[in-house]
């Protein structure tokens, strides 16, 4: 036999060999190392189990005693919304046009109050209006939504400017 031959079947053995001793011994330890691994990461989730509880609780209590601030009576948010837009209103110089009755929607345990705000004034002031809405921690609400609009009155040939302003307050039906 030459010796090209013999380096070409001693290439094959030691494929066939590799290929067995991977088959009997190594795949099956690499295979229990990944499970290995994946047994550890679930073992130090498990661990660390009661303190991430607490933390979701403690995170859930606050987020319920903020939300605690906003929850309001029908008509105590409503003359609270009404009181504050009024002066917010007379601060930068804009006057009220119209407020209607909420839109309340029920789910599940949380009622929802919508309220519609029509304001007439400068685009300028409008803008501050909302921010010092936004911005204050003692208004009933959150503004959800602010719409700005051109009006034209027919008989006067006059242009003004509206802002709809839509602010949600969010209870609890929880007895």
Do not use: C
Not at 64 to 82: A, C, D, P, T, V
């Amino acid at each position: 036999m030459s010796y090209k031959k013999k380096n070409y079947l001693l290439l094959l053995g030691s494929l066939f060999l590799f290929w067995i001793s991977w088959e009997l011994a190594i795949a099956e330890t690499v295979s229990l190392v990944e499970k290995s691994k994946n047994l550890e990461s679930q073992l130090s989730k498990v661990s660390n189990a009661p303190e991430e509880i607490a933390m979701l609780e403690n995170r859930l209590k606050m987020i319920h005693g903020e939300s605690q601030k906003y929850q309001l009576g029908k008509n105590e948010m409503r003359n609270r919304l009404l009181s504050k837009v009024v002066d917010l209103s007379n601060e930068h110089k804009l006057s009220l046009k119209h407020f209607p009755d909420q839109f309340v929607q029920n789910e599940q345990e949380v009622q929802l109050a919508t309220s519609k705000i029509m304001i007439e004034g400068e685009f300028k002031n409008m803008l501050k209006l909302i921010y010092a809405y936004e911005n204050s921690e003692e208004m009933p609400g959150k503004v959800s939504s602010a719409v700005f609009q051109v009006q034209k009155e027919r008989w006067k040939n006059k242009r003004s400017l509206q802002l709809i302003l839509f602010v949600q307050s969010i209870n609890s039906l929880e007895p």
